[in-house]
């Protein structure tokens, strides 16, 4: 069973370029969530996604950014028009459908992105 | 809000025992996780709390209070191999992972 995949695992833009990054989720894994990570701080929750539903965006910054989950393929992130401060690690993670214990997040390995 | 506190790093030394404290304020509390993470890597799952107390698994513990927004990851018998960020994470009643800033442990010999 592979874990969760994330591709490209790096990333170079030029700005004002788009940038899209791809999650496969772990087989069975019905949710997903994208964080950034900027260099020596934790991760910021960006979104949550299930199938073909944003279930929570609050993280995701209003313009630029976008985000989807088909009903087949894998999970994208898409920035339009990258600047420099768009350089980070972006992670994927992915749960099982939720019930009633914990629903542990898995980790993909992150996308670097660097803007020049 | 919400908010989550962590000490931004530590030091200690091969062989010791350390605790990391993790405080915490987020709109409703139905579990809180520790992972681990490696420079350039993912994190990795180490513990989860909902109920108060302490859960042990192997050299690594994890202790919650829910009254007082606090819990702690103690990490005995250290190794080299331990250097890492230890992120702390509250999921809320949003069902969402709020992560922690991390704490970055240095173990030295």
């Known amino acids: 069973n592979a874990g969760v995949m994330q591709n490209p695992r790096h990333l170079v833009r030029r700005r004002g370029q788009e940038a899209r990054l791809r999650c496969s989720p772990m087989k069975g894994h019905s949710h997903v969530y994208w964080y950034r990570q900027l260099p020596e701080e934790g991760l910021k929750f960006m979104v949550y996604?299930?199938?073909?539903?944003?279930?929570?965006e609050s993280g995701m910054p209003k313009e630029r950014f976008s985000a989807e989950f088909p009903k087949e393929g894998p999970s994208i992130l898409r920035i339009q028009q990258v600047v420099r401060g768009d350089s980070a690690a972006y992670f994927c993670?992915?749960?099982?459908?939720?019930?009633?214990?914990?629903?542990?997040?898995?980790f993909g390995p992150g996308t670097r992105l660097t803007v020049l | 809000g919400q908010n989550i506190d962590q000490p931004t790093e530590m030091t200690a030394t091969e062989g010791a025992i350390v605790q990391i404290n993790c405080t915490y304020q987020t709109s409703g509390f139905n579990g809180l996780f520790w992972y681990q993470q490696h420079a350039g890597e993912a994190p990795t799952f180490l513990s989860y709390?909902?109920?108060?107390g302490l859960e042990e698994k192997g050299r690594f513990s994890s202790f919650l209070s829910r009254s007082k927004g606090y819990s702690y990851l103690l990490l005995k018998e250290l190794q080299m191999k331990d250097s890492a960020s230890y992120l702390c994470?509250?999921?809320?009643?949003?069902?969402?992972?709020?992560f922690g800033p991390g704490t970055r442990l240095s173990v030295l010999p």
């Open positions: 994470a509250v999921i809320n009643y949003g069902q969402n992972f709020v």
């Open positions: 993670a992915s749960s099982p459908p939720r019930g009633d214990s914990y629903n542990e997040q898995f």
């Open positions: 996604l299930q199938k073909e539903n944003i279930i929570d």
């Open positions: 709390n909902v109920l108060d």
